[in-house]
């Protein structure tokens, strides 16, 4: 059974690092094929897709944010994380992590960014 | 990047009616195209995969087609429980791009 949970720090202040941890199960980031995304959607708003990163540690950017984001995994202990630097207002929304293009979802996490 | 240009943005509808949802994709994407149904508050659903493909779970009355570059999902026969919001998404190159969705709602 494929599980996948995020979380992260709940609210920061502008300019500061989000970091957001994907934990899964039911699956190995290391089998051949095998991908982890992240997706955030703000309030009312569409469906964004930021980033993934693949088995073999290839990893892809949404050229708007990329700048701004690093994605990677640790397959021993079965998660994926998310680095966003200078949070903005604009970027307070809820966090998901997927599997392969969204097959299994986590239950997103959100994150408010106030001063 | 691969552009998804969904519509219509907002679609009024009554139980019964037969509806259709579109994408266009910007470049060629194979069938490298998935649906999602997502309900407020919750992460959203997988519905169609490979552009044609129910998703396990999924009721028959959902289905997708494609032409050409135009991806389209259609509810034959719309039920309470189908009022929601619909997303397409590319998944033939990363980074994934989405549509930007579909209100589905009661008439």
């Known amino acids: 059974q494929v599980t996948l949970k995020e979380s992260g720090p709940g609210i920061l202040q502008p300019s500061q690092t989000l970091s957001l941890t994907c934990s899964f199960s039911g699956f190995s980031l290391s089998t051949y094929g095998m991908c982890v995304g992240w997706i955030r959607q703000s309030s009312g708003k569409g469906l964004e897709w930021l980033a993934n990163?693949?088995?073999?540690?290839?990893?892809y950017y949404n050229p708007s944010l990329k700048n701004r984001l690093t994605i990677s995994k640790d397959t021993s202990n079965n998660q994926a994380f998310l680095k966003i630097t200078n949070m903005d207002t604009a970027d307070t929304a809820t966090y998901y992590c997927a599997r392969n293009a969204g097959a299994y979802w986590g239950q997103g996490t959100l994150v408010t960014v106030s001063s | 990047d691969i552009q998804m240009t969904q519509s219509p943005s907002s679609l009024p509808a009554s139980l019964g009616d037969r509806v259709t949802i579109t994408c266009r994709a910007s470049?060629?994407?194979?069938?490298?195209l998935r649906w999602f149904q997502q309900k407020p508050g919750k992460s959203p659903r997988l519905m169609i995969y490979?552009?044609?493909n129910l998703a396990a779970g999924v009721p028959s009355r959902f289905s997708g087609s494609r032409s050409g570059s135009d991806y389209s999902l259609t509810i034959s026969s719309l039920e309470s429980e189908d009022m929601a919001d619909y997303y397409c998404?590319?998944?033939?190159?990363?980074?994934?791009?989405f549509g930007s969705g579909t209100k589905l709602e009661i008439k």
């Open positions: 990163i693949w088995w073999n540690d290839d990893k």
């Open positions: 490979g552009a044609t």
């Open positions: 470049q060629d994407i194979g069938n490298y």
């Open positions: 998404l590319q998944s033939k190159e990363s980074p994934f791009t």
